[in-house]
């Protein structure tokens, strides 16, 4: 168990919706960090937050967006689903200059 | 972001070791060479990490050359929970422009298939 968890574990929801991905890091994690991983892609960076301020942008569509709140908890939305959008997506945390912790995944089925 | 060249796959037999190569040699001054890995169905897990100098922990040893243009990972002795997919990663923990703070970001990485 890393520490970071992510709901819900599976998703699914038709083309056009929109559904919001969260996680909780670790306990003391500032560093959140969003990644996609399609069968054709590998693990995609999106986007990284610390302390509550977007830090990193990767590949992110602008149908895509996160917030991480005051808690420290993230959340990615995901917008007019495309079925290209189905994908594992994963969190991960950590402290500053330290390793990151991935969560087990949620898994997005658009149909 | 610096880039790093690993072989596709590699196979081994259970409890012999293993070397995973990976090349970067546009590696820069403030880069850590990290390695994670990928069981199957499950988000990737650090394995170790180094500057300069070689590192061991409990899971693995990280040899690095000494113009830092490549590194080994070694694996002791495989077992069948070690085949999984291996991420050599270059992080820049100066955040150069204030753009890749932390950041990682993964290759195509090394298929490590492990026979009983």
């Known amino acids: 168990d890393s520490g970071v968890t992510q709901t819900p574990k599976h998703l699914i929801t038709a083309t056009g919706q929109r559904v919001t991905l969260r996680c909780s890091p670790r306990?003391?994690?500032?560093?959140v960090y969003w990644y996609q991983q399609s069968l054709d892609q590998g693990l995609q960076f999106l986007i990284q937050y610390y302390n509550g301020e977007e830090r990193a942008k990767g590949n992110i569509l602008e149908r895509f967006s996160a917030q991480q709140f005051p808690d420290l908890h993230s959340e990615l939305n995901l917008s007019s689903l495309e079925l290209g959008d189905s994908a594992l997506y994963f969190c991960?945390?950590?402290?500053?200059?330290?390793?990151?912790?991935f969560g087990q995944g949620t898994r997005l089925t658009v149909v | 972001d610096a880039k790093t060249t690993q072989p596709n796959s590699m196979e081994s037999n259970e409890e012999e070791p293993v070397h995973l190569p990976c090349n970067h040699s546009t590696i820069s001054g403030t880069d850590y060479i990290h390695w994670y890995r990928q069981l199957p169905s499950q988000g990737p897990e650090y394995v170790i990490h180094?500057?300069?100098s070689n590192v061991n922990n409990r899971m693995a040893s990280l040899a690095i050359a000494e113009d830092r243009k490549s590194s080994t990972l070694i694996l002791h002795r495989a077992t069948l929970r070690d085949a999984a997919v291996y991420y050599c990663?270059?992080?820049?923990?100066?955040?150069?422009?204030?753009?890749?703070?932390?950041?990682?970001?993964f290759g195509q990485g090394t298929i490590l298939t492990v026979h009983p």
């Open positions: 306990s003391g994690d500032l560093s």
């Open positions: 991960a945390s950590s402290v500053p200059r330290g390793e990151a912790f």
């Open positions: 180094g500057l300069t």
């Open positions: 990663i270059l992080r820049d923990f100066l955040g150069a422009g204030g753009t890749s703070y932390g950041k990682l970001t």
